[in-house]
């Protein structure tokens, strides 16, 4: 299969989506496939207004790259991150009709903002008014060009059962044209043994993601406050952006925000060592395709307290490889980290179990699932 890979965003494997895709493309690289990369296609931009450039300038320069390389090489799939493709898509099905365009999907826009919005976390923060009224407007017309996406693409990768239902229902789409994939984990978080559970390395708590309103931030800081309050020798340590670190601290009540160790995005060798010293991971997101973190933080044998939507329910069998909470639960979620510090044996039996769940998924699973998936769709398989 001769593969070409386009995305908007940077090639940056510090960021989840991006490093994601990386590893999915050297996973079918290591499985005989030819795969080339464009990435950051809207760059340099004429439109400085985000929302103005995605829906004006971006899907015309990514189907202005993906038609050069096209028409250079022929390849069998093009695979583009949602959903700027839908021109690209088009133009390929006119000029080159045996090459099957496919849709990559992190996030479905349209799911996202209903999910936002029936938890109440729609377009509020420190956005002022004027800005939210134009987002408001915007956002239609942003949503429709998923909606051509949805209706010219030949396939449509997701990452959860979730996505997949939501969006079979929504554009009507046959079971055959979307694929939910889970990601994998990085290799070293698997080569080497999880780290034993006592109640030392559990009154160490974790949150790593980013500052945004769809993983509910301020739930997680309200469950670790909740637990400093009742247990005195507790700290926390927090991963996102440096340039989101005020905002975090701001979430927690002013005695107790020295116990939180405030880190930036690091290398995922660095990383590993924060998750081996974290007990019990806190992931309460209003909305996820199927992040990798809170695997991540299960490989490494820590107790996930997460949300029971999209891939965490796939995942996580509540009370036995980790706990389950409907969104928005920072007092239950309090509640069950508090009755693991006090019960480290029942901890490490359900990190032992987050371990062995984590080792199911891998980067070479999630390729030989897209293998498959192209293979029904009519294009070129394995090999």
Known sequence: MRLLYASHAERDPLKGAAWADLSLLEALRRRGHEVEEVWNFGSPRRIRHDNLHLLLEA???????????????????????QPLGWKAGQALKGRWPTTLYVARSHGWEPRVSEEL?????????????????A????????????????????GIVVCSVDDRTWMRERYVLSEKRVLAMPPGIASEFLSSPAPSIGQERLRRLLYVGQFDPFKAPEVAAAAMARVFAAEPGSTATWVCAAAHHAQVKELFPLEVRGRV???AWMPREDLLRVYDEGGIYFFPSY??????????????????????????REAIRDGENGFLFE?????????????????????????????????????????????HFISSLGGAGRG
Do not use: Y
């Open 59 to 81: 899907p015309e320069r990514c189907a202005r790259v993906v038609l050069k390389r096209q028409a250079e090489r022929s390849f069998d799939v093009v695979l583009i991150n």
């Open 117 to 133: 919005s029936a938890s109440g976390r729609g377009e509020k923060g420190s956005r002022g008014l004027v800005r939210r009224v």
């Open 135 to 154: 987002s408001g407007l915007l956002r239609p017309k942003l949503h429709a060009q998923n909606t051509k996406v949805a209706r010219v693409a030949d």
């Open 261 to 263: 160790t405030l880190r």
């Open 287 to 312: 909305f996820e395709g199927f992040a990798q973190s809170f695997l991540e933080a299960m490989a490494r044998g820590a107790i996930v307290l997460a949300s029971r939507i999209d891939g965490m």
């Open 327 to 371: 969104p928005g639960a920072a007092e239950a979620m309090a509640a069950r980290a508090l009755a693991l510090i006090a019960d480290p044996e029942r901890a490490g039996e359900v990190g032992r179990k987050a371990r062995r769940t984590a080792e199911g998924f891998t980067w070479d699973a999630a390729a030989e699932k897209f293998e």
